[in-house]
């Protein structure tokens, strides 16, 4: 079992930029898939970003597309999703998300329910 912890959200003005971050607490992530969704109030969970376990697929929907990239480090401990030319449609709560995957794939999950763990999300606001 992995705990995943978000950090770096905020309040940010539009047109700025930030970059989340989701490590696992006391682990690594270096055996898990890793996307980040977002939920806005009154909205169901939207995909955001996805990499594959070894890193070498990545996968952005169209509609964040040329505005996020998702990164994970070399050592495994923490993924990466940075975010720019931000809008105030994207104010939500930013979750990370992992799943168990063999280092082989190229699969990018990009659906919740392809996700067994689950943060506790990270605030995004941004202000007109």
């Known amino acids: 079992q992995v705990q995943l912890v978000e950090s770096g959200g905020g309040l940010v003005q539009a047109g700025g930029s930030l970059t989340l971050s989701c490590a696992a607490s006391g682990s690594t992530l270096s055996a898990y898939a890793v996307g980040w969704f977002r939920q806005a109030p009154g909205k169901e969970r939207e995909f955001v970003a996805g990499v594959s376990r070894s890193g070498i697929s990545t996968f952005v929907p169209v509609s964040v597309k040329d505005r996020a990239t998702i990164s994970r480090d070399n050592v495994g401990k923490t993924v990466y999703l940075q975010m720019n030319s931000l809008k105030p449609e994207d104010t939500a709560v930013y979750f990370c998300?992992?799943?168990?995957?063999?280092?082989?794939?190229?699969?990018?999950?990009?659906?919740?329910?392809?996700?067994?763990?689950w943060g506790q999300g990270t605030q995004v606001t941004v202000s007109s």
């Open positions: 998300a992992a799943e168990r995957q063999s280092f082989s794939s190229r699969y990018v999950y990009n659906a919740p329910h392809e996700y067994h763990y």
